[in-house]
């Protein structure tokens, strides 16, 4: 009776021990998981620094066509490079958004307060690696498009205006904890205009900051 005793209590201890380790991991692959919502600077990087394009020879018409497209596209950025979000209209938001498909970018899933644009503590971590991607020699001195978006809840106008605040707030962030060039920095907010996922409208994957290199050095500065 009592080896049986003995070998029920093993058992028992035995069971406890497992489900406490299958729970520990359980726990650790879950944080895992929200961390891993964070970037690294490495990653920022090689997301957003240009590849460098090989020299070829070709037709004479070839090359001036993509630099006369280089050229007004390098003339727009510079317009509206320090220009406060609120101002850009309809038309010149659009026109961003033509420019920057082509363009090295990222997209930050960075949470903000309900309600707010105050960015939420978690987010910190993948804020703070953009401020020094954006410090690097590799990307100092470029022209930097961040683009606020919304979920598909709430009204057109108020989404509008929200993503416009907590793009603000990014930029604001950089400017006072990286010193980073506010002019280089162009502020733009979409609302719920250009979800990343349009078959979840409500998913989390919509409220993000999309940051784009422009790579306009010749104009910016130095």
């Known amino acids: 009776m009592s080896q049986s005793s003995g070998t029920k ?46 020299l070829t020879r070709g037709l004479s018409t070839g090359p001036q066509q993509v630099d006369q497209a280089a050229v007004a596209q390098g003339q727009f950025v510079q317009k509206i490079r320090g220009r406060a979000t609120r101002s850009l209209s309809f038309a010149e938001r659009e026109e961003i958004a033509d420019i920057v498909k082509d363009k090295p970018k990222i997209d930050l899933e960075i949470n903000f307060e309900y309600n707010s644009a105050e960015i939420s503590p978690k987010s910190l971590e993948s804020v703070q690696a953009l401020g020094r991607a954006l410090s690097s020699p590799d990307l100092k001195g470029s022209t930097f498009v961040v683009a606020g978006h919304t979920d598909a ?65 010749a104009t910016a500065s130095k």
Request: no cysteine.
């Open 9 to 54: 209590t093993a058992t028992v201890i035995l069971s406890i021990v497992t489900l406490g380790a299958a729970l520990a991991l359980g726990t650790g692959t879950a944080l895992a998981q929200v961390k891993d919502k964070n970037v690294s600077e490495d990653q920022i990087l090689r997301a957003l620094v240009p590849e460098k394009k090989p």
């Open 153 to 217: 809840a709430g009204a057109e106008a108020y989404n509008q205006e929200l993503s416009e605040r907590r793009a603000d707030a990014i930029k604001r962030y950089l400017v006072d904890k990286y010193g980073i060039n506010g002019t280089d920095l162009v502020t733009v907010g979409y609302g719920k205009s250009k979800l990343k996922d349009p078959a979840q409208p409500m998913a989390e994957t919509n409220r993000r900051v999309q940051v784009v290199n422009m790579e306009n050095k």
